[in-house]
């Protein structure tokens, strides 16, 4: 599927009601991690930092707000944010459809070296979601977003 001329691969069989989904159609390439993330409206991920990568991010559907350093900062439809390493930031969905973001993250990111923080009127974890990421998406007891054991959910998916 072609969206304002970035080629992308948006899975319908990824989401989920329960939280938003990644789909990484291409995986690893190389020296950076390739993702697709849908968000249910009104959701958002967790705050956090990646200490040791920098990321793309792109709406190819929908408008996105994100939180950058203590910044509000709105992510159009068809634009590219960069997310530069140690900064701060998070993305929520504030319409009424499906969100859908790439992201590709280089070199990818380490587990060890990502902080997962709260930030004042970001809002806070849901009911029965990941503590770490907010997503929901639990298979085998596993976050499947953030892969943490630590997941709390209503049922799995």
């Not at 990824?14 to 995986?27: N, Q, T, W």
Request: contains cysteine; neutral net charge.
């Amino acid at each position: 599927m072609e969206i304002s001329g970035i080629a992308s691969c948006l899975r319908e069989d990824v989401r989920s009601d329960l939280g938003y989904a990644r789909d990484c159609p291409f995986g690893c390439v190389d020296a950076g991690l390739y993702s697709v993330i849908y968000f249910q409206p009104g959701q958002a991920m967790r705050p956090h930092r990646h200490l040791d990568s920098d990321e793309y991010f792109t709406a190819l559907r929908g408008n996105a707000e994100m939180y950058v350093n203590g910044r509000m900062v709105p992510l159009p439809e068809g634009q590219t944010f960069l997310r530069r390493r140690g900064v701060l930031h998070a993305i929520r969905n504030p319409g009424s459809e499906v969100l859908v973001v790439q992201s590709f993250q280089s070199p990818i990111p380490a587990e060890k070296m990502t902080r997962w923080e709260s930030v004042p009127d970001w809002g806070e974890e849901p009911a029965g979601g990941c503590p770490r990421c907010w997503c929901g998406q639990i298979e085998g007891g596993r976050c499947d977003n953030c892969n943490a054991r630590t997941c709390r959910s209503r049922r799995a998916v």
